[in-house]
């Protein structure tokens, strides 16, 4: 038997499987369904549609060339990409995952960067936004806004580590050349970009609408599919098998057994994982923080599906990701144990109400909580209203077809 043929069995049975599992558990599959069709609803569509929509105007526009050539002297050097790497990374951070997978993919295609390129730059501006860190994990499951800064810094380092450990990917398989700085260069090659896009600015947005909804649409059937996926190995006690190996895993690293279900339900999805880790009991926030860490960096299955379907439009290879997520769990577990005592511990017995409270901090955890707490209460209304616009969008495009 041909390994194709093992795969195709296996795929097929797979499928079929957990079409009879759904067959057999409706409830469980429905309200799981329900729950991630929610947070696609509320949180995650519209979070992401403003950065996917302005990501397509910097592009269009050549603003994404200008900070290229800027950023040319430090990406290149640091992380062996193009300087417009450096967009891709603060737009990752700033609007959370998929955004760096698609912009990377969005490059490749334009031949802005090389495929060596492209799988070193999306292994490290795939992250969380602050909103969910801060907003979602600290205040909504931890209830203590404190952590926030401390999760965040140890999932932004362990993405920084992650970057500079990819550099050595492919390194002989092209040369590192940088070009020096210079603003009058930079804002020469943006308007020469600019000319090269002659669509008309009501057409660049449809297709900027377009494009992003198409996108999150997508995004949501993975979140949807995964949480149920999730749902469904709990209600059949498979993940009881996973649990066996997990346990003595957590065992070895003097981790308590009860966060074994937090970390399978992590690995296929973020939320489900980390709240579970919240509310472990018998176990200690320092043990929990570090499992938070790592299910952050790792991204969860439901993410790497909804990048793997992303790269997939390109010649990117999943693996690099896939290895880089690993990496980057692994990184940020350290980070928490490293950095939990000084960082959060130290803080909070010599004055916690001048560093994390009223003082230093509190502006910008308040900030992305009140954010993520707006979410919840308008996202719907806003992912409703978008979805009736892409709809006329798409119906006058149509139309425009048939005439």
């Known amino acids: 038997m041909t390994a194709s043929s093992v795969k195709t069995i296996l795929f097929g049975g797979t ?3 957990l079409a009879i599992t759904f067959i057999l558990f409706p409830k469980d599959a429905y309200e799981a369904s329900i729950r991630g069709l929610n947070m696609w609803w509320e949180v995650v569509f519209p979070s992401l549609l403003p950065f996917f929509i302005m990501s397509e105007f910097l592009i269009a526009f050549g603003v994404v060339t200008f ?20 967009f891709v990374w603060a737009m990752g951070m700033a609007s959370g995952f998929p955004a760096g997978a698609r912009l990377t993919a969005r490059l490749r295609k334009d031949k802005k960067i090389s495929r060596i390129q492209a799988e070193r ?23 203590n806004p404190a952590l926030g800064f401390f999760l965040a810094v140890c999932h932004y380092g362990g993405n920084l580590l992650v970057g500079l450990a990819m ?17 009058k260069e930079a804002f020469s090659m943006m308007h020469h970009e600019r000319l090269k896009d002659t669509r008309p600015l009501g057409k660049m947005m449809g297709d900027a609408v377009h494009s992003a909804v198409t996108t999150l649409l997508m995004i949501g059937g993975f979140i949807i599919l ?4 999730n749902r469904l190995l709990t209600v059949i006690h498979l993940s009881d098998v996973f649990a066996i190996g997990v346990t003595v895993l957590l ?7 009860e966060l074994s279900p937090a970390l399978i339900s992590g690995l296929f999805e973020i939320t489900i994982g980390s709240q579970m880790a919240s509310v472990s009991a018998g176990t200690s926030l320092y043990h929990q923080m570090i499992i938070t860490s790592f299910i952050l960096g790792f991204n969860g299955f439901s993410v790497q599906a909804q990048v793997a379907s992303i790269l997939a439009e390109t010649d ?7 290895f880089a997520r690993l990496i980057h769990g692994v990184l940020a577990a350290i980070l928490a144990v490293i950095l939990f005592e000084p960082l959060y511990m130290q803080s909070i017995k010599k004055n916690a109400t001048e560093v994390f409270a009223p003082g230093y901090y509190e502006p910008v955890y308040l900030l992305f909580a009140s ?3 707006w979410l919840t209460q308008f996202g719907g209304t806003i992912t409703a209203c978008t979805l009736i616009l892409f709809i006329v969008l798409v119906a006058i495009k149509q139309d425009q077809k048939m005439i």
């Open 371 to 373: 954010l993520y707490e």
């Open 15 to 17: 499928a079929t499987f």
């Open 226 to 229: 995964f949480s149920v996926l």
């Open 251 to 257: 065992t070895l690293m003097n981790i308590p057994n």
């Open 316 to 322: 990117i290879r999943f693996k690099p990701f896939f």
């Open 167 to 183: 550099r050595f990917y492919g390194k002989n398989e092209e040369l590192v050349s940088t070009r020096p700085f210079s603003i």
């Open 121 to 143: 730059l999306v292994s490290f501006t795939n992250a969380s936004n602050p909103i969910f860190i801060f907003g979602a994990i600290a205040v909504g499951f931890f209830h």
């Open 67 to 86: 900070i290229g050539a800027l950023f040319e002297p430090i990406m290149r050097p640091l992380f062996r990409v193009p300087g417009v790497g450096g």
